[in-house]
């Protein structure tokens, strides 16, 4: 059982400051939906809306399409996973898993029956009266989850709770919980600041800055086609490039920077008039260095200043003419011996590969 | 041996100065203050009650009679038993028991609004507000008490003047007067321990136990009092040790028809010159209230660490 959750006009505000601010969503029964921002950003708030640890100050939070306005965290269809997990260390593993059935007055069979079959679906049979401390980083988050699904909330609300965990494991357990959530069928909604965790787990997602909502969509398309400067810089990588329109071709806007002209996509809801202050992004991997034959809409010249490895990519940082900066990455596969620190070389992207969106500040101001 | 002890850990890690003042003001702590004097008071228990020049004479000689004397009175009593003495004694343990019961009751939910609920200015206030009145002497407070509560004290002159009663109520002679200054005494040293237990559990636990579903009473029983068992001990054994132990309190807020155990031992003391009578009536005080804290802890499966964890 899934339900729809839905925040209308939301805000919540703490004295004179908006943590939320006029928020309007809806997220779907059986979802999986991240809110993605920066810390600060009034992700956390939201889901202490929902989840009935904090009243909106405006607007309501409808589950179901159940006004939820005045009903408790106890009373709602709601369970939550703390960052922090709040695993209760004075219990078993059992019982904290059928802590939900003990408040309910379910009997102790019954609770060793529902909590055996929890162990099973986190692939923890027979653990279930190991004391939580025994357990490992990855165990305890997967009985956090059990313990949440053990009444069979119609959402289930995750507060970071990967933050934790060291980088092997947090992506193995981004397999697990789309898969659990797969499984249960029911609506995830998913907060972190962590874009990767969102991209990889998520049906949609939605941007969040300084307590408004920036961009909601799905994952490649929020990619592909941010709808602020915010999102393009926070959502992924991505070089900006400044100035200003002198051309409107179809869906595309030629830009005017101090390094040259180029080519960009506009978004259908962001259109652009001559003369605007803009600014065109073209993400590190769309940048390429031309092989004989290519052919791209832009080209840029650039000074090679420095180069990280990363294992599966390979860094590049440049400069421009004006002293702008550009990063781009190339495949480890391909050989690159021939680009050192010091040499000029030209680099080519796809209009259709770079965004023009009027000047707003980015994420990494 | 001086080589020997310098090269200790614990000299090494503290340095020799202060390694020293450790170990001599704890030697004398326990030496000096805790074991000299209750030995000596054990041993006076045992003997016959002398004058100071008899002592180490015929007279004085190693004897069970005081204790005999708590259980089965003097040599010439009528009664099988000493039911006086007795009485007043586990009068003492019993209303000891309810005071530390009273306090615990009255404390746990403050100390859970200052710790939990309160934001931290309120908490602070709250917190000094406990404090102050406790810079003021017990002997005082248990004065200011009886100001309150005399027949023709503050309350009652309060009550009968608005008409509410016709006649006082006798707080005093109905101990209700030193039942409340009990509590009132050794209120502190319950509401800290209890405070620093409650407050060191994290907040995601109480929002978890009610985010699944648990009433506010439930997640108190389950999640909160559990936490805060060791505080919880160790209040109470401070407050049931101190309290049947009390002597101020009782000597100035008892009626005069009862006594409190500790005013029994008081008055072999001083007033009967019997120091081993009343030696031997200390020890019993203290090896009784002891195997009784000793028995809830076991009942309430608390270990002795966990108190001063």
Known sequence: MSADVELSDVSVTFGSFYAAKNVNVKVNGGEFFSFLGPSGCGKTTLLRAISGFQEPSEGKVLIDNKDMSGIGPNKRPTALIFQNLA?????????NIAFSLEVRGVSKEERKKRADELLELIALEGQGDKKVHQLSGGQKQRVAIARALAVEPKVLLLDEPLSALDLKLRQRMRTELREIQKRVNITFIYITHDQGEALTMSDRIAVMNEGELEQIGKCDEVYNNPLTPFVATFVGENNPLYGKV?????????????DGQYLATMNESKKLNIGDESIAFVRPESLFIP????????KIDVNIESFEFEGNLKNFYASLKSGAKIKFSVPNAIDTSS???GSSIVLGFESSKSVILPKASLAID | MNNFLFTQPFFKKNGKAVAIYFLVAIIFWFVFLVIIPQFYMLDL????????????????????EHYSHFIFGSKTATDAFNFVDLGVFGRTIFVSMLVTIANLLFCYPIAFYIAK???PSTARLLIVSLIIPFWINELLRSFALRILFANEGVINNFLTGVGILDQGILFITYD????????????????????????????NQIEAAKDLGSSSFRT???????????????????????????LATPVVLSSPNTLWFPQLIYQWFNMNDNWSRGSAYSIILLIVSVIFVLTMMRIFKVRIGEIIR
């Open chain 1, 291 to 298: 092989r004989d034959g290519d052919n791209f809409d832009n």
């Open chain 2, 117 to 119: 609920i309160a934001n």
């Open chain 1, 246 to 258: 002198t051309g409107i071709e179809g869906d595309k806007a030629r830009i005017e920077t101090a």
């Open chain 2, 45 to 64: 228990s045992f003997r016959t009650n002398v004058p100071p020049l008899a002592r180490g004479g015929p007279e004085d000689y190693y004897t069970f």
């Open chain 2, 220 to 246: 108190h029983w389950r999640i909160v009092i559990p936490h805060a068992k060791p505080g919880i001990v160790s209040g109470c054994t401070m407050v049931f040790m101190l309290t049947v132990g009390a």
């Open chain 1, 339 to 341: 680009i050192t620190s």
């Open chain 2, 176 to 203: 209700i007067g030193l039942y409340t200054g009990l509590i009132y005494a050794y209120i502190l040293l319950m509401m800290f321990p209890l405070y620093n237990a409650i407050e060191s559990l994290d907040i």
């Open chain 1, 87 to 95: 695993l209760f260390p004075l219990m078993s593993v059992s019982e």
